[in-house]
């Protein structure tokens, strides 16, 4: 299964636009990238998937390297309720969910 | 909406009890698991179901079983409950395909004293 690498945490100011990274240089042809969240003590949240192309929601945005080695989730106006642990995650063929460490992103006023 | 509801969101129990954790699901999701939850080493499986009276070991199942009797419930029983299954328990439910979603309860917190 592909691994997945995300900094362990990020700020962004209440209003502005949050950028997540995500690499995953091993990822093969055939696995999705999915992108959850979960705020404390709660199960997590399923935001956004995709293949090869770029995806959008209304909750984010999803823009996968033409090379699929890496990703950016993108919360175009972030707010308070945004701060979580957001997890980038590739599935493979068995369809096994396989959560990292992930990013903790706090929203500031 | 997918909508997975879990019996409890908090329990306490003591070591040797028989404890339930119930899952529901809405979305006639052909799959459900089961995961638990603790600081430093992310979700973990327990079990899975693919279908009514079928399950399949996770990554961790000692200590625990798992029920299907219907598409819709899946669930967690810990036999006789130990202070090291103190933990967040997750359920979750999947469409057929291996790359549908995901979706997740609310989670259960279970303290074992």
């Known amino acids: 299964d592909a691994k997945t690498t995300q900094p362990p945490s990020m700020d962004c100011a209440e209003g502005r636009a949050a950028n997540l990274p995500c690499n995953h240089s091993?990822?093969?042809?055939?696995?999705?990238v999915y992108w959850y969240r979960q705020i404390h003590s709660q199960g997590p949240q399923y935001i956004i998937h995709?293949?090869?192309n770029n995806e959008t929601n209304e909750m984010a945005s999803l823009i996968i390297t033409e090379d699929r080695k890496s990703s950016t989730l993108i919360l175009p106006h972030a707010t308070l309720r945004d701060t979580a642990v957001y997890y980038c995650i590739v599935i493979s063929q068995g369809g096994k969910l396989i959560f990292g460490q992930g990013t903790e992103l706090s929203v500031k006023p | 909406d997918v909508k997975v509801t879990q019996s409890s969101r908090y329990l306490v129990k003591r070591t040797g009890e028989k404890v339930f954790l119930e899952c529901v699901q809405d979305m006639d999701h052909e799959n459900m698991f089961w995961y638990r939850q603790d600081p430093g080493l992310g979700l973990r499986l327990i079990y899975f179901?693919?279908?009514?009276?079928?399950?399949e070991k996770g990554d961790i199942p000692e200590g625990y079983s798992v029920s299907r009797e219907k598409k819709e419930r899946f669930s967690l029983i810990l036999e006789s409950a130990s202070t090291n299954q103190t933990s967040m328990y997750l359920c979750?439910?999947?469409?057929?395909?291996?790359?549908?979603?995901?979706?997740f309860g609310p989670g259960t917190r279970l303290t074992v004293l």
């Open positions: 179901s693919y279908d009514v009276k079928m399950k």
């Open positions: 979750a439910s999947r469409a057929g395909g291996h790359h549908d979603t995901q979706y």
């Open positions: 995709g293949l090869k």
């Open positions: 091993t990822i093969s042809g055939n696995e999705y």
